[in-house]
């Protein structure tokens, strides 16, 4: 009977400091680090989740830019932050899947060092031509890059990105070669495509939508298994004759590993009510899928997502960083 007693009293006094932690977080201004520099989809999609967050938590919510390194240094800025629930990661596939193959001396651990809140939303790629590029589909620009190989040079947001990772899978799966030219954010290697120092990128949809408009760069394929709902008249890689390619983006809120589970819920909770209010309609405008789910479900699908990638890594025998 007092053994019942004294486990009763135990389990309630942990309820009660659980709810107690859950109720008085946040108790200050909540960090919100971007690893990459503004105007790219990741800032943007941290700076809406922010301006929603704020008002749930009572508390400013003050996103900040720290790139370099294809995410690896924001992100490890995050992972070294006392693990209290006010740091926080609006992270990427970059810097938490690719990255684990592509750097040699990584100086986190994602499966270790970081734990994660919710994946935010998906994002296709969309396969973009400076203007010169004399190819208007993607046979024409496959049929010309297997003719001057080694010529045509392409941008990224870094070693590891998305948009590097994607060009790797292009170059394997049509037997070209091209150079990859690297950027500190996807802003900057866009302003080069636009002026021309670059040939040709893949970037997240909603980086691409203002230059398409204008007409500054060329739309050829978008790299989801479905066409873009905010560019419809794009076809996909693969009804453009790469069957089966396809290679998504991911934005996902993390926090350090070792943040209180009753913080991790909480914030799951509130980002998955804007996920299902006015954020859904934001980010389809942007060309985003939202995403949602448990800290558990999207701690599983990186896993998957390292693998993924690891293999692309080996196969194209990328050197490690």
């Known amino acids: 009977?007092?053994?019942a007693i004294t486990v009763f009293i135990v389990f309630c006094l942990v309820a009660a400091s659980t709810s107690v932690v859950a109720q008085s977080y946040p108790q200050r201004m909540v960090r919100m680090i971007v690893a990459y520099p503004a105007g790219g989809s990741i800032d943007t999609v941290a700076r809406l989740t922010a301006q929603r967050l704020a008002p749930a938590l009572n508390q400013q919510v003050l996103v900040e830019n720290r790139s370099g390194a294809a995410g690896t240094i924001g992100t490890d800025n995050v992972v070294r932050a006392a693990p209290d629930g006010h740091t926080l990661l609006m992270g990427s596939a970059a810097a938490i899947a690719s990255a684990p193959s592509m750097y040699a001396k990584l100086p986190y651990d994602p499966d270790r060092d970081?734990?994660?809140?919710?994946?935010?939303?998906?994002?296709?790629?969309?396969?973009l031509l400076h203007p010169s590029v004399p190819a208007r589909s993607l046979k024409e620009f496959i049929a010309l890059t297997k003719a001057n190989p080694g010529k045509f040079n392409y941008g990224s947001s870094g070693i590891g990105a998305?948009?590097?990772?994607t060009s790797e899978l292009f170059a394997m799966t049509t037997g070209t070669r091209i150079v990859h030219v690297p950027y500190r954010g996807g802003a900057p290697a866009m302003t080069d495509l636009v002026t021309g120092q670059i040939d040709f990128m893949f970037t997240p949809a909603p980086n691409s939508i203002a230059q398409l408009q204008a007409g500054k760069v060329r739309g050829i394929a978008v790299t989801s298994l479905k066409r873009s709902g905010v560019l419809p008249d794009l076809p996909t890689?693969?009804?453009?004759?790469l069957r089966g390619f396809e290679?998504?983006?991911w934005i996902g809120l993390l926090a350090p590993a070792g943040t209180p589970p009753q913080v991790i819920?909480?914030?799951n909770g509130e980002v998955q009510k804007m996920l299902a209010g006015d954020l859904k309609a934001k980010l389809a405008d942007l060309g985003l899928?939202?995403?949602g789910g448990s800290p558990e479900q999207f701690a599983a699908f990186i896993r998957k997502d390292?693998?993924?990638y690891g293999k692309i890594v080996k196969a194209a025998k990328i050197p490690p960083q």
């Open 247 to 249: 290679l998504l983006g």
């Open 237 to 241: 890689m693969d009804e453009s004759g």
């Open 306 to 308: 390292i693998a993924k």
């Open 265 to 267: 819920t909480r914030l």
């Open 114 to 127: 970081l734990a994660p809140v919710v994946l935010v939303a998906n994002q296709p790629n969309v396969l």
């Open 1 to 3: 009977m007092n053994r």
């Open 162 to 165: 998305t948009q590097h990772m």
């Open 289 to 291: 899928d939202t995403a």
